[in-house]
DNA sequence: TAGATTGTTAATCGATTAACAATC
DNA sequence: TAGATTGTTAATCGATTAACAATC
């Protein structure tokens, strides 16, 4: 027992020492690896890979090293396992089931695209509270009535909503869905979510703030 | 002209000098102001924004020295005027015309969203391909033909456009869209673009990335 | 084995924070 | 003036790059 925690000290303190700058740019690992599985190739060095990403072949070994050798000196690293590795850091051998909360036109537009399916992630239900909207069919799946949210995730294993709702109606719903023991929400409106449940993740996309930074780099 | 090359090389090199770290930082306080304004808080110091974005007081002085005196000591920031010259800085003011192309759901979403009126870029058409969608409306714009597309560029001051395509048809497109003479390109086709012409400012917007940190998060 | 390329340490670089003198 | 808060320097911290020994 003494000794099971000592272990789970270690793991936890070393999953968390690998820092945040790594983590943010593993996705775009996860992006490129695709890319070349696509295209058939399935094994790649540092120096190649680095030409290709325009990054230093440093920072991707420092990076990769980060959770163990998945390399081999004198081969380099075998594509496919690589990025099953990242897949799995990056939680898509999870599986999670994700709902949209907001079935306008951000929220259609995510429903049809290949963004959740790419990353292992089910999306099994869209809601929205207009009755324009409510019964609707989208990419499949048919509106269903936000007053049916609460015996919707009780009844299924909800791990994600994603937020597609205005601003002033996003905090109060990031709330119920905190309540309901929803774990993470993926949250469009632009205003920054803090939650009081401190157990729940937040990511916030701001997509404003991509487009000044364009406006800035055009202005300079 | 040996005098204002020297100038010029300064102001150029001073621009430069400030770092990527703090201009992605920019739009954040762009935001934050604004939610400030809109709350009649007209005046406010480093120590209360650093409770509110839950950042170092530091870092507020520090990243907002980069441009010059924006506060006065004993009193804080004017926030009206804060608001301003970040605005101005980003670009706000230059007051961008933007074409979206890809009348979609995402395409639709956009030209529906504050996020170009509030960063003072004006949307003026909707382009798309498909039959069905040219000569809709959408928000208020005709979408039109992208056969149109040559013929309205130069017709019109456009200087941003907003990719909102496929994978497969983003490269073509924004090779087209730079031959056309426009400065930038906001894209949301999960595909990194690396155009040919390196005056052309790209701003990839890879919204997977965000849901791959949020399940790394979960899963972590 | 020889060549190639990783894993890893050490050096550099940049970004953040702390501290306080300047000044409103 | 006294109090408050900035502007700015110096110290710390973290992230990136360079270099090379280990090893496939």
């Not at 869209?126 to 409510?134: E, G, N, R, T």
Request: proline share 2%.
């Amino acid at each position: 027992m003494a000794i099971n925690n000592f272990i789970n000290d270690e793991e936890s303190s070393a999953k968390s020492r690998v820092s945040p700058a790594v983590i943010k740019r593993l996705p775009r690992y996860y992006r490129y690896l695709r890319e070349l599985l696509q295209n058939d190739i399935l094994r790649i060095s540092s120096g190649e890979l680095s030409k290709l990403m325009h990054v230093t072949a440093s920072q991707i070994r420092q990076d990769l090293n980060c959770f163990g050798g998945f390399g081999q000196q004198g081969y380099g690293y075998n594509v496919k396992y690589l990025y099953g590795k990242i897949g799995e850091i990056l939680g898509v051998t999870q599986h999670y089931n994700a709902i949209i909360i907001g079935a306008g036109n951000l929220g259609s537009a995510l429903a049809a695209s290949p963004v959740f399916e790419r990353r292992g992630v089910k999306l099994t239900a869209l809601f929205d509270s207009s009755p324009d909207v409510i019964g609707r069919s989208v990419s499949g799946y048919t509106v269903k009535s936000i007053d049916e949210l609460e015996d919707y995730v009780r009844n299924n294993d909800v791990s994600i909503a994603v937020l597609t709702l205005t601003k002033d109606a996003v905090r109060d719903m990031a709330e119920r869905l905190a309540g309901l023991g929803i774990k993470g929400l993926w949250n469009f409106a632009s205003t920054e979510l803090n939650l009081s449940n401190k157990d729940v993740v937040v990511q916030n996309v701001h997509m404003g703030d991509s487009l000044m930074t364009l406006c800035y780099e055009l202005t300079k």
